[in-house]
């Protein structure tokens, strides 16, 4: 039994001197990396921002919560590597990348088609839009001058479309729907996982597609057209914390 004690203590022992080693060896990781506009630029966005204003770039609430309590712990931070035993370098190279606007959001390429988040932040408008089954739902957010943001409205339309319609029929209710959406600068469409669809759920699935894409064409078609994204429904449950599964870095 002490024996079998002593081996263990032996290999936590080993494993805490490996750990030390590579901690000692990433020490000027991030340092050899950026250069030094790069370097002062992310030192100051960790260090005087706060909850909502990390929650901007690619990192989870979690990690969020640790940085801002070692940052209350030991003060403000003088080295980008200072938060690789806390949060690993795969994760902090996504989220220094995004203050750099090196990647747009994250999760692969969740935004098609691809916008910075200098971008993102200089819409005003943003509608959103979700067309499943035969409804249209949509939300409509103000960006406020003080950088809050507001939900100026909330709705759904249910419309039918009979099986084999012609696609004019379906242009037709499409560019009536249209006409209830309120004008913005950004309008948002939720990509839903690539699968394909049974054949008994063929030819809704044929249906939704149609009509999605024919509703986004009329938008488009507007004397002052927003600007069009897609963004992928894994995005969105990571984002506001609901995704069910694996855990988030």
Known sequence: MLSNFSQFVRQITKFREIRLFRLQNLRYFFEEKYNTEEFEKILKIINENDKDGLKRYIISYKRVGELLRLKTEKGSFSHLDDLIPIMGVKVLEKFYGSMLDKKS????????????????????????????????????????????????????????????????????????????????????????????????MFSYF???????????????????????????????????NTYVGKTMS
């Open 105 to 200: 959001l994250g999760l692969g390429n969740p935004i098609v088609p691809s916008l910075s988040i200098d971008q993102i932040s200089s819409f005003e408008r943003v509608l959103s839009l979700n067309v499943s089954g035969n409804c249209l739902s949509w939300s409509l957010i103000r960006r406020l001058k003080d950088d809050s943001v507001k939900l100026e409205a909330l709705y759904y339309k249910p419309f039918a479309i009979l099986q084999k319609s012609h696609f004019l029929v379906v242009l037709s209710q499409m560019t009536d729907l249209a006409q209830e959406l309120p004008t913005c600068d950004l309008c948002v469409c939720e990509e839903f996982p690539s699968q394909v669809p049974s054949t008994n």
């Open 206 to 240: 044929l249906q939704t597609t149609q009509a999605r894409s024919m509703l986004l064409a009329v938008l488009a078609s507007r004397p002052a057209p927003p600007k069009m994204i897609s963004i992928k429904t894994v995005a969105i449950a990571k984002t506001f």
